[in-house]
């Protein structure tokens, strides 16, 4: 009878002990929560420090035009008075347009945080062909000639290093910054040209700027080609085209080639308003390491962590007849947790990789004395020790093969049920 007790005593204390460790694993999941944001908080940080830099630098570029605008008389009938003349503007974009160039990258720093600046010469030339006025509808006497202008628009103009000149056919004009809030621009540097309704017309000009994190460029042309090429190694290419480009270990060249048919806005129109930068690509100056973006991503792994390390403390201490308290296994989830903060402020100066490296054999060096002292075992303390080198490298891995995470997840969660199907047997539940 007593013997009967026992055993029924014992198997209500391995139920509840069982539970009792599901619910730490729960509760671990609040610290678990903080250190999210404590990723989060860093990486606004390093965000912080780059909006710092830039604002003293410059910020992203886009570089748009040049845009030809030419001002007309509309004549509007008036029943019960005289006709109302209407100003109104039309807008040409040119008929070619070459960019050719170089984005030579800076470094800068703010603390602890790298941040990648540029600084940039373009090229910029191209033509109009004869002025289409029968296209546009518009008569050539209610043409306003001499209030025609051409604008060309730097998102960021602090960047600016030299006044920006335009050769406009044999004459050369300097271009201004000024609010010119019409259908195309709300801002930009405008110039006064001269225009005929006959002739072609031939520009070019040189601009030389700062910027930072990304170059962009409106292809305006009806055939737009941009040529780029940078020392920086690892170009991180954006917007709707990409380009045909090389890579080398003296840094990157590029080159795009746009026709007016991919884009969402006409070669010449009168009034009606386009965003024309929707149509913008270019290349960004690409850090290859984001230590908080994988830092961020293992730690969504941390319930994974801390359910198979409390299943393989379990099983152990069942297996080998061991009791060790709750109390235990909740320092052990701290100190894997701890973790994670030490990969995070580690990352911070030495890279990702190093840093996992270095916060794995801290974590599995404190937890491997920490249980030879609570089972009193060599053997047991090194076997536990080598599963967590086992399940950080595996996890490691899945980081490093984004694309294939979901499935080397799967195949490994797979596995590891099936080891602990097989030693769970030898549990008399």
């Known amino acids: 009878m007593e013997t009967t007790v026992a055993q029924a005593w014992q198997k209500s204390k391995l139920f509840f002990k069982a539970l009792l460790i599901g619910i730490l694993v729960l509760l671990l999941l609040i610290p678990a ?23 003293k630098w410059a910020g992203s570029q886009i570089i748009t035009g040049p ?26 974009l040119p008929d070619k347009l070459t960019i050719t160039g170089d984005m030579k990258p800076e470094e800068r720093h703010r603390g602890i945080y790298q941040v990648m600046l540029y600084s940039s010469t373009l090229n910029i030339s191209g033509k109009f062909n004869e002025i289409p006025l029968k296209q546009l509808r518009i008569d050539a006497s209610s043409v306003l000639w001499n209030e025609a202008y051409v604008c060309i628009n730097l998102q960021d103009p602090r960047g600016l290093k030299e006044e920006m ?26 110039a006064p040209v001269n225009v005929s309704p006959e002739g072609a017309i031939s520009f070019s000009s040189q601009l030389q700027f700062n910027g930072s994190h990304e170059l962009l460029f409106t292809p305006v042309g009806k055939e737009t080609t941009v040529k780029l090429s940078s020392p920086w190694k690892e ?11 090389q890579i080398t270990r003296d840094g990157f060249s590029a080159s795009w080639k746009s026709l007016s048919h991919t884009r969402s806005y006409p070669q010449l129109w009168k009034e009606t308003s386009y965003d024309l930068t929707n149509a913008s690509f270019g ?34 201490e069942m297996v080998n007849k061991k009791s060790v308290h709750p109390i235990q296994y909740a320092l052990v989830g701290a100190a894997l947790l701890l973790f994670y903060t030490l990969l995070l402020s580690f990352s911070e100066y030495i890279g990702f990789n190093i840093a996992y490296i270095l916060a794995t054999v801290a974590t599995v ?65």
């Open 33 to 55: 929560y903080f250190v999210e944001e404590l990723i989060k908080e860093r990486e606004q940080r390093q965000k912080d420090a780059y909006e710092e830099v830039s604002s």
């Open 67 to 92: 845009v030809l605008v030419l001002p007309y008389a509309e004549t509007v009938a008036n029943v019960s008075g005289p006709p109302t003349i209407l100003r109104k503007q039309a807008y040409l």
């Open 165 to 190: 000149q335009l050769k406009w056919n044999d004459s050369l004009v300097t271009l201004n910054p000024s609010a010119v809030n019409n259908a195309v621009m709300k801002d930009a540097f405008i």
């Open 235 to 245: 170009p991180s290419f954006t917007g709707v085209q990409l380009p045909e480009y």
């Open 283 to 316: 290349t960004g100056l690409f850090i290859p390491v984001n230590g908080y973006q994988k830092t961020m991503r293992s730690v969504k792994y941390a319930i994974l962590c801390i359910v198979l390390t409390f299943a393989a403390f379990f099983i152990i």
């Open 365 to 429: 060096g404190l937890i491997g004395w920490f249980i030879k002292g609570v089972l009193s075992s060599g053997r047991l303390s090194w076997l536990l020790s080598l599963l967590l080198v086992l399940l950080y490298g595996y996890i490691f891995t899945i980081l490093q093969l984004q694309d294939y995470s979901l499935l080397l997840g799967s195949i490994g969660l797979f596995i590891t049920l099936g080891v602990i199907m097989h030693y769970s047997r030898k549990i008399q539940w």
